[in-house]
């Protein structure tokens, strides 16, 4: 995803009337949060629903569960993540948390409800995947990772959340979770969540023992991926502008967004507000900063672009516990491959057990399909308890 380029929208300009604009509530009591969400602890359950079985997903039962977990600010949220259960599966068998990408603003962006919509996303192209793990027996956890405001963008919302799905699934006695080793993946955005999740553990989560994470294409720097595109128009300027506008969701006082967009800015902000992928890319395609802003400044806001860099895994000074398995393409043109090599760097010199791979293709979502079957046998071997590969 192209995260952070609208910071170039913001600027030291005098306010605008445009207040964040946030996505409409979902009609279902049960995606509400409770009144006494505060006193839950991240990760406790609030809600667990039984789903009817997905053909997608064969022989496969659905659980939707519901807990507590922490915004970018520190405050409580309510988070689901959607638990696939193979019929193969054993008591306190393995569990993966595998972070879907969700390139979305609105409530039928969420995996939860993706599932059960003529939406194509995630069904036609992650169930492939997600059967390889089912198949073997394991559990999988798909959590909403950007949160009840849809915080496109909000990177390191998405680690926490999912840490905190980890620990309530395996309150769910009826799931069989308790004791069952963890692992984690995810591409992209999807990585991006996994790779924060890994990051964040050590200290948000330091009770779970997590054997891995493989992650893919992740975007380590959204400040870098700014940089990159510039004001420059972008096909798919639209998941830019959509990062913008789910940051200033998670950060209303410090990443005023809305109130240095001009009238063409607002508009497409209301097309896309609910949308998911294909609308939030279809608003602004070939368009970019220059067309939607009142004025631009790349760091005439120093506190928004703190935002940026708060959100930018490669700035985070955390390192993994957990071994990681990392794959991309050498040529990149949506994330900044330099950021990937530098992150992977750091951990390993912080002592990180890190197996980097690259997949031979000029392009982002190509190597998002190539590298998964290396990424699920690095994941079997962790499951099994084998040492974990290194070539730092």
Known sequence: MLAAAALGLISTAAPGAAAPLYPEPDPDPFYSAPADIAELAPGEVIAVRAMPPLPAFPETAVTVVRFRSTGSEGA?????????????HRPDGPLLSYQHIINGLGAECAVSRV?????????????????????????VALPDHLGPNFAYGAARLGGTITLDGIRAVRQVGELGLAGAPVTMAGYSGGGMATAWAAALAPRYAPELAIAGAAIGGV????????????????????????AGLGLEREYPERFPLSEQLNERGLAVRAVMANSCTNGII?????????????????????????????????????????????????????????????????????????????????????????????AFAWLEGRFRGDPAPSNC
């Open 115 to 139: 599932l059960y919509t003529a939406d194509p996303e995630l069904t036609v192209r992650e169930a492939p995947a997600l059967n390889i793990a089912l198949a073997r027996g394991w559990s």
């Open 219 to 242: 975007p380590m720097n959204l400040v870098a991926m700014m940089e990159q595109l510039g004001f420059a128009a972008h096909p798919v300027f639209g998941l830019a502008l959509a």
């Open 282 to 374: 279809a608003a602004a395609a070939g368009r970019g900063v220059m067309d939607f802003a009142r004025t631009t400044s790349m760091i005439g806001n120093p506190e928004a672009r703190a935002v940026v860099e708060e959100n930018s895994l490669e700035l985070y000074d955390g390192v993994p516990s957990t071994p990681i398995y990392e794959w991309h393409s050498p040529i990149d043109g949506l994330i900044p491959v330099d950021a990937i090599v530098r992150t992977n760097q750091r951990w390993c010199a912080a002592g990180a057990a890190v197996q980097a791979e690259l997949t031979p293709v000029p392009d982002h979502l190509t190597a998002a399909v190539l590298g998964v079957p290396g």
């Open 76 to 88: 409580p949220i309510a988070a689901t993540t959607t638990v696939l259960t193979p019929r193969g």
